[in-house]
Nanobody, 122 residues
Framework: QVQLVESGGGLVQAGDSLRLSCAASGRTFSSLAAGWFRQAPGKEREFVSVISWNGETTLYGDSVKGRFTISRDNAKNTVYLQMNNLKPEDTGVYYC???????????????WGQGTQVTVSL
């Protein structure tokens, strides 16, 4: 069993940066891929980024490419999402997820955090 806890969200202005963290418990986390998804009010959960278990492979959604960077520190059982040049359309609840396959679809994930709110104002 893996438990995930996100942190680092907040209210920022357009152009600002935030770094989200996802702290995991469970000895198997270092063998799992980890992903970030987000969900805005009234919208479906959207893929943001995913990283392989060893950090060698990363993927990004088109809307965040070049602005967001995913990374992980398996010694700390933590995954990060560095978000730069934030835009109002980045607003939403950001969720961390873990799964052996590293899918870009939320239905592919076994473990989820509770989410952290990110709000970007003009």
């Amino acid at each position: 069993q893996v438990q995930l806890v996100e942190s680092g969200g907040g209210l920022v202005q357009a152009g600002d940066s935030l770094r989200l963290s996802c702290a995991a418990s469970g000895r198997t986390f270092s063998s799992l891929a980890a992903g970030w998804f987000r969900q805005a009010p009234g919208k479906e959960r959207e893929f943001v980024s995913v990283i392989s278990w060893n950090g060698e492979t990363t993927l990004y959604g088109d809307s965040v490419k070049g602005r967001f960077t995913i990374s992980r520190d398996n010694a700390k059982n933590t995954v990060y999402l560095q978000m730069n040049n934030l835009k109002p359309e980045d607003t939403g609840v950001y969720y961390c997820a873990a799964d052996p396959t590293g899918s870009t679809y939320p239905t592919g994930y076994d473990y989820w955090g509770q989410g952290t709110q990110v709000t970007v104002s003009l």
